[in-house]
């Protein structure tokens, strides 16, 4: 019988130690597996015998027996990789297409480009990465004219990573010399948060052209009811004009007290007319006013700062028709009570708002960067930039003894969690996990800015926060905090931090402090981690975009403790 094609990724197969395909595959209870070098090493240089993976502990350590399976389905897969494409018809290069490397005279349509080669191949040409040992760890890629365009000036290396700390594209030599010590990720990965930016910034253009247009609408109509208004007082002024001429003193004083009344307070557009005004100014006004918002109407509402961040052009914000209230002057001209908006005569802002900022988004904040500069306004507020600030967005958090494990003890209210190794009897509930040393908080945190401080004992813990949905049950990866795509978390020891997210490390190179301050800014999906001492150092920042209310929690291994501190304005 013809044996079954395997149809699994080999990436399935691979240790979660050394990162590599398998060798000598040993399982254990919790189901994880790993090399049987890389987990004897790694049980050879701990004191506690745990999985690598999720930290299940073994009171005993295991006897480690070869997974005989699953040594022989690897190494089918192995052989089942190094099997080159079946070989299909070739086509010549059209325009457009990119043309083999090796070919002579009319050329072939490349099928791959080897980024190791730097060179593309059709068909026939690239079987020796197939066949040939030297070539077979080539990394082959699709098509690409511009292969040049991808390796690095410096090391002539292929440019993989991200560097963010410096916002540029490096390849691993780079990685490891000057950009040593920085934060760096995968290019998919920063496309992917690239995306969401763009994304994010989509719909925030969408809704202020939406809300532009509501305020051109009822530009519109405030407009038109003027125009009527001024027909009104135009025939009113005739009247009285008539009125005054009459020789008829009895006629006069009869006609008087019901042409003189002036209309009721609610059916104008709040104006406050004088004895001596002059309709003409006023038209005057309305129509520079009409000219001034259809050139609104035409200019572009958004721009960008150095930052990339969106701003919105005050020139464009001072004019939104939100201010009705005018006045006319003796000399016939329209007054403000304020400042007026500049740009629109005629057009000023009640008391209690600020003179550029309009009507008012039920999402949108305003700030001033600096009073000796050109204003430019954010729609975000400032980011805090000292420790005064960050306690303006305290948060207080309550354990929720509902999800504790039951390895895990709540004291001091419900404020502080230990892991003394005894086992507390807390009833079955379906919000407890039941492997896993962790527990969260009953605060859902969502649409707002949060900030809480933690008080660390013990050489291992973790902090984090988790959408509801994190699993409970088990011992598998979907419930620890870091490791899933439902959390994200800080891991604190007496040596050093990483963070994790995702089943993705990022490790940290700061001094150890037994306080961590957590900053979440929910809008605008960031997840800040500091070292609190006499100053506060930024250890680690989340970008990402968040779609549900976050619960913080802890992960706390034996003779640990976490206690969340209870903070005011005046702490220091």
Not at 64 to 86: F, G, H, Q, S, Y
Request: aromatic share 8%; charged share 25%; glycine share 6%.
């Amino acid at each position: 019988m013809a044996e079954a094609q395997l149809f699994i990724s080999q990436d399935e197969f691979t240790c979660s130690v050394c990162l590599d395909t398998l060798t000598d595959p040993v399982s254990l209870h919790c189901g994880h597996s790993f090399c049987l070098k890389c987990l004897t090493d790694c049980w050879d240089q701990s004191q506690v015998c745990s999985c690598p993976q999720c930290r299940h502990i073994f009171m005993l350590r295991p006897e480690l027996k070869r997974n005989t399976l699953l040594n022989e389905v690897i190494k089918k897969l192995k052989k089942t990789a190094l099997t080159p494409p079946p070989l299909q018809s070739q086509n010549y290069a059209s325009p457009g297409d990119v043309e083999c490397d090796f070919c002579t005279g009319k050329k072939f349509r490349a099928v791959m480009s080897c980024l190791t080669c730097m060179a593309s191949y059709c068909q026939t040409h690239l079987r020796p990465h197939y066949e040939i040992a030297a070539w077979k760890g080539h990394k082959l890629v699709d098509p690409d004219r511009n292969l040049l365009e991808k390796l690095c000036e410096k090391h002539q290396k292929f440019l993989e990573m991200f560097c963010r700390t410096d916002k540029t594209c490096i390849c691993m030599m780079c990685g490891m010399t000057e950009h040593d010590g920085h934060e760096k990720v995968e290019l998919e990965t920063e496309r992917e948060e690239k995306q969401k930016q763009l994304e994010a910034d989509r719909k925030l253009t969408e809704r202020i052209r939406e809300q532009e247009k509501r305020e051109m609408e009822k530009a519109g109509g405030v407009m038109e009811q003027l125009e009527k208004e001024i027909e009104d007082l135009k025939r009113r002024e005739a009247e009285l004009k008539e009125l005054s001429e009459t020789k008829d003193h009895l006629n006069f004083l009869q006609t008087f007290s019901s042409r003189c009344g002036l209309p009721a307070e609610g059916d104008l557009l709040s104006f406050t007319v004088t004895t001596d005004f002059s309709s003409e100014n006023l038209r005057k006004e309305l129509s520079g006013l009409k000219k001034s918002l259809e050139k609104i109407s035409r200019e572009v509402i958004m721009t960008r700062t150095p930052s990339g961040a969106p701003h919105l052009k005050p020139s464009v914000l001072g004019r939104l028709l939100g201010h009705q209230r005018v006045k006319l002057n003796k000399s016939g001209g329209a007054r403000t009570g304020h400042d007026t908006a500049p740009g629109v005569p005629g057009l000023t802002a009640p008391h209690n708002a600020h003179p550029l900022r309009g009507p008012m988004f039920p999402w949108q904040r305003l700030q001033r960067t600096n009073a000796h500069e050109a204003p430019v306004f954010s729609l975000q507020p400032p980011e805090p930039q000292s420790r005064d600030d960050f306690l303006n967005y305290f948060c207080p958090l309550t354990l929720d003894i509902n999800t504790a494990n039951r390895e895990l003890r709540l004291s001091e209210g419900n404020k502080k969690v230990t892991c003394d190794g005894i086992k507390a009897k807390y009833p079955d509930h379906p919000d407890r996990f039941d492997c896993w040393p962790q527990v969260l908080c009953r605060e859902a945190l969502t649409g707002t800015r949060c900030y809480w401080e933690v008080e660390c004992s013990g050489d291992f813990m973790e902090i984090g926060v988790a959408y509801k949905g994190l699993s409970r049950k088990g011992g598998g990866e979907e419930c620890g905090l870091g490791i899933n795509d439902k959390s994200w978390c800080l891991q604190c020891s007496d040596s050093q931090y990483s963070v994790h997210h995702n089943n993705q490390e990022t490790e940290i190179s700061a001094p150890y402090s037994p306080r961590i301050g957590v900053y979440l800014d929910w809008p605008a999906g960031s997840l800040s981690f500091y070292s609190i001492s006499h100053t506060m150092t930024l250890l680690h920042r989340f970008n990402t975009s968040f779609t549900e209310p976050l619960y913080p929690g802890f992960y706390l291994d034996p003779h640990c403790s976490v206690t969340i501190s209870h903070l005011t304005t005046c702490d220091q």
